[in-house]
T-cell receptor, first 113, second 114 residues
């Protein structure tokens, strides 16, 4: 089946720094990728839809200047959390669309101290 | 707007017993419906999906779900629970077209008693 990877799997950073998370589709090309955020014991909240070669579409309430998304190729999308704060600590999950199915990455746990 | 309601945030069954996880959806267009499983500190794995056609959908690990339009439901079942089934289960809906965003339910944690 289709495989999606994320890197890093876990990251700890200091408040005020920026963190980049990569999402790759390993064996298929994905024109669309999605970024989700999951709080402890909560469901996934869609943050943005990322289309290759164009600007991401952000969900209501998500700050596009804080969560920068780049989808430069058909197999790679990146999420950069800028000027991270402790409240940004969360589990970030990406997915890549293959025709009608979204395949999810293993997630990245971000801890901001 | 689409939405998903999962009844019961926590379900506990004995090993070997029937598993039933409930999901109701709301959609203004014919929906695509999904069940995902998440193990601790991991991403989501697709169990099964309904797009069109046969309303009884069989998935991996012995799970199946039935799309009932009249009841707007998509309940997940498994005849006999295994200890390895303990996980978080998410029901989800999308509008069906390609690159549609998925709306997730709040999740149901399934526990299996020995």
């Amino acid at each position: 089946g289709a495989v999606v990877s994320q890197h890093p799997s876990r990251v700890i950073c200091k408040s005020g720094t920026s963190v980049k998370i990569e999402c790759r589709s390993l064996d298929f090309q994905a024109t669309t990728m999605f970024w989700y955020r999951q709080f402890p014991k909560k469901s996934l909240m869609l943050m943005a839809t990322s289309n290759e070669g164009s600007k991401a579409t952000y969900e209501q309430g998500v700050e596009k200047d804080k969560f920068l998304i780049n989808h430069a190729s058909l197999t790679l999308s990146t999420l950069t959390v800028t000027s991270a704060h402790p409240e940004d600590s969360s589990f970030y999950i990406c997915s890549a669309q293959d025709q009608e199915t979204q395949y999810f990455g293993p997630g990245t746990r971000l801890l901001v101290l | 707007a689409q939405s998903v309601t999962q009844l019961g945030s926590h379900v506990s069954v004995s090993e070997g017993a029937l598993v039933l996880l409930r999901c109701n959806y709301s959609s203004s267009v014919p929906p695509y419906l999904f069940w995902y499983v998440q193990y601790p500190n991991q991403g989501l794995q697709l169990l099964l999906k309904y797009t069109t056609g046969a309303t009884l959908v069989k998935g991996i690990n012995g799970f199946e779900a039935e799309f009932k339009k009249s009841e707007t439901s998509f309940h997940l079942t498994k005849p006999s629970a295994h200890m390895s089934d303990a996980a978080e289960y998410f029901c989800a809906v999308s509008e069906g077209s390609s690159a549609s965003k998925i709306i997730f339910g709040s999740g149901t944690r399934l526990s299996i008693r020995p």
